[in-house]
């Protein structure tokens, strides 16, 4: 008899061994094809695991209402948080949108509201997690994510490549582009593999043209630097046989690069070109410079984090690089590509007002929709953000009662107002930062350059909060 449980037990046991397989999770490692897990979305959502299994985003879609909410997990699928606001890039009707996602940092669960998201769109989100940067596809569903068949996909890739450029996909293999902060100058190379390792050579008489969406649809020209080696900035030579994966702008051409220059600036960007009689192009994706120290030209010091470079912006220890301007309200004023912003911190509550205007003196209200949000990094506290909104969507006044609506729009944002966010980290006379002001117009996204902020101060007494 104990000969029989004993032959059972292993009867059990290799037929256990012989199905296990086929149950739990099943990883299949062949190149782009996708993951398939026993992970159940939770909210109903579309799954996506990271290439490297390192996080998983769950994305749910209501078209109906406009909303997507993403929700972000690590590689155990327990909830993981992000203290930075995720952004989801769409192509909403030939046009890019980018939508800042909404949630009380830090959190696990965003929200992103957009007129836009009525529409099937797809983009990108791009989400800071963990010390990684990640860039999952959106795609708005027909059926407005109601769909219980969950997706689990591997496109999820790194934001930069091997020569700290941005990498995007095109039908047929990857591009990874590469912005200079100190030049302006560009440098391209095509690949058959995400990891930019084996290249996909065209002709050395190919040209690559880079689009910038979202500056008036600006067109520059990428070619090889020449016809003999075709060499990189490292020396490399690029010319195998006539053949070359590697392209500049604006090399020997003469062509101005210089509005392409700064640590600031970043853009919406397509590349396109032909290969094999056959046009091939990226989607819109977001292009930021690799940045330099401003002695050493192209010596590749490179941040992902935005923090104050030594570029010659002047970020000393008071941070006042050209001498902060103070607007009407008291407030420091900024410029952004449309307009100007005045915004003002008060030292004894940690609240922020932030008035929008087309002029410097902000006396012309460069207005927006009453449910429009803006958002505010302060870049040398650990990129910590906050949302500003409007006092209330009656009269919206200011701090001196002033009503700012007008016919459903106003250029009048506060924070926290009644949202119940911590503000004390921001209270005290000492207190200063350099900081980015970030919203959408338009249907574009805006954006200062880092600004040094600091406090109004208020006498004993304080200020009232109408």
Not at 158 to 163: F, L
Not at 189 to 212: H, M, N, R, Y
Request: aromatic residues 8%.
């Amino acid at each position: 008899m104990t000969a029989l449980k004993r032959c059972g037990a292993f009867l059990l046991c290799a037929l256990f061994l012989f199905v296990a397989p086929a149950c739990g999770d099943r990883h299949t490692h062949d190149g782009e094809e996708d993951h398939d897990h026993s992970h159940d979305a939770a909210h109903g959502g579309t799954l996506i695991e990271a290439s490297d299994h390192s996080a998983h985003f769950e994305i749910v879609h209501d078209g109906d209402q406009g909303v997507v909410m993403l929700y972000l997990y690590d590689g155990r699928m327990k909830p993981a948080t992000s203290k930075n606001a995720p952004l989801l890039n769409v192509m909403a009707r030939g046009e890019p949108v980018r939508i800042t996602g909404d949630g009380k940092a830090p959190t696990s669960e965003w929200a992103f509201v957009h007129d836009a998201l009525k529409d099937d769109v797809k983009g990108r989100f791009r989400i800071t997690m963990g010390g990684k940067t990640y860039t999952p596809e959106f795609h708005g569903h027909d059926d407005h994510g109601h769909d219980d068949d969950h997706e689990h996909g591997s496109d999820v890739h790194a934001a930069h490549g091997p020569h700290d450029g941005t990498v995007a996909s095109f039908d047929g293999g990857f591009v990874e582009l590469k912005l200079h902060d100190d030049k302006g100058d560009l440098e391209l190379w095509i690949a058959k593999d995400e990891g930019i390792t084996q290249p996909l050579d065209i002709s050395c008489d190919a040209t690559i043209d880079v689009t910038f969406v979202d500056k008036g649809g600006k067109v520059v020209t990428l070619r090889v630097r020449n016809k003999d080696k075709n060499e990189d900035e490292d020396g490399k030579p690029n010319n195998r046989n006539g053949m070359t994966n590697y392209f500049i702008f604006p090399g020997d051409s003469g062509a101005d690069a210089t509005w392409l220059m700064g640590a600031e600036f970043e853009a919406n960007v397509k590349v396109a070109f032909e290969a094999d009689g056959k046009k091939r192009a990226t989607d819109a994706f977001l292009l930021r410079p690799h940045t330099h120290g401003g002695e050493h030209g192209h010596g590749h010091d490179h941040d992902d984090d935005d923090h104050g470079h030594d570029d010659g912006h002047g970020h000393d220890d008071d941070g006042d690089h050209d001498g902060p301007k103070h607007g009407p309200h008291d407030g420091t004023v900024e410029r952004f590509d449309g307009g100007y912003v005045e915004l003002k911190l008060h030292d004894d509550k940690g609240d922020l007002e932030l008035w929008i205007a087309k002029d410097e003196k902000i006396t012309q209200p460069y207005d927006l929709p009453l449910a429009a949000t803006l958002t505010v990094t302060f870049i040398d506290r650990d990129d910590k953000s906050v949302t500003l909104r409007v006092r209330n969507k009656d009269k919206n006044e200011d701090e001196d009662g002033k009503a700012n609506n007008r016919d459903g729009k106003t250029n009048y944002f506060i924070f926290p107002g009644d949202t119940g966010a911590n503000a004390t980290w921001l209270m005290g006379a000492d207190f200063k930062s350099q900081v980015r002001v970030t919203f959408e117009a338009g249907g574009m996204r805006r954006a200062t350059k880092a600004f040094l902020l600091k406090p109004h101060t208020h006498g004993a007494h304080g200020h009232d909060h109408k």
